[in-house]
T-cell receptor
Framework: EDQVTQSPEALRLQEGESSSLNCSYT??????LFWYRQDPGKGPEFLFT???AGEEKEKERLKATLTKKESFLHITAPKPEDSATYLC???????????????FGKGTKLTVNP | DADVTQTPRNRITKTGKRIMLECSQT?????MYWYRQDPGLGLRLIYY???????NKGEISDGYSVSRQAQAKFSLSLESAIPNQTALYFC??????????FGPGTRLTVL
């Protein structure tokens, strides 16, 4: 069964204090790994897609990396506006039905204090 | 204007009532999805559609039905709502790439 585990569940940082969020996954043939940001009461906002081990993507203070078993979302010098829940999801390859489903982790709630 | 819109944004209903949640998109995407989000469980797929004539069940379709009225519109119905269907419901769309784009969500409470 495809599975995604995110850690930690919650993380508090001081403004400027860099850290990383972890997403461990087991999937039958990874087609893609996705990071989303979700603010309270809103829909997930797309951040990154990673397809193969060794791939990295960056956007402002965020950098996502991928290995064969996990992905990290690195946050450099975070600001209070980076406070949100960060969701990781995987898409399996294989059959058409299987490739349509995103399996989500439960998320990491990040709080950045000024 | 938002690319993916959902109506209503909030809804309170009673057990046994029929309710419809609507989703519209201006992204021109063929694929549309309905998810629900529960605290501590993450997002789970209810139904998805490749086009107007192609609708498929997701992992938790029991108690739900959908209708794809047009490329841009995908509705989710609860024929007889029950309290454990209280959740956040999200519509998503996908074009040629793999990325799914989500709407703002509908908060549904079933009393």
């Amino acid at each position: 069964e495809d599975q995604v585990t995110q850690s930690p569940e919650a993380l508090r940082l001081q403004e400027g204090e860099s850290s990383s969020l972890n997403c461990s996954y087991t999937v039958s043939g990874l087609r893609g790994l996705f990071w989303y940001r979700q603010d309270p009461g809103k829909g997930p906002e797309f951040l990154f897609t990673l397809y193969s081990a060794g791939e990295e993507k960056e956007k402002e203070r965020l950098k996502a990396t991928l290995t064969k078993k996990e992905s990290f979302l690195h946050i450099t010098a975070p600001k209070p506006e980076d406070s949100a829940t960060y969701l990781c999801a995987v898409q399996a390859g294989g059959t058409q039905g299987g490739s349509e489903k995103l399996v989500f982790g439960k998320g990491t709630k990040l709080t950045v204090n000024p | 204007d938002a690319d993916v819109t959902q109506t209503p944004r909030n809804r309170i209903t009673k057990t046994g009532k029929r309710i419809m949640l609507e989703c519209s998109q201006t992204k021109g995407h063929d694929r549309m999805y309905w998810y629900r989000q529960d605290p501590g469980l993450g997002l789970r797929l209810i139904y998805y559609s490749f086009d107007v004539k192609d609708i498929n069940k997701g992992e938790i379709s029991d108690g739900y039905s959908v209708s794809r009225q047009a490329q841009a519109k995908f509705s989710l119905s609860l024929e007889s709502a029950i309290p454990n269907q209280t959740a956040l419901y999200f519509c998503a769309t996908r074009g040629g790439a793999d990325t799914q784009y989500f709407g703002p969500g509908t908060r549904l409470t079933v009393l």
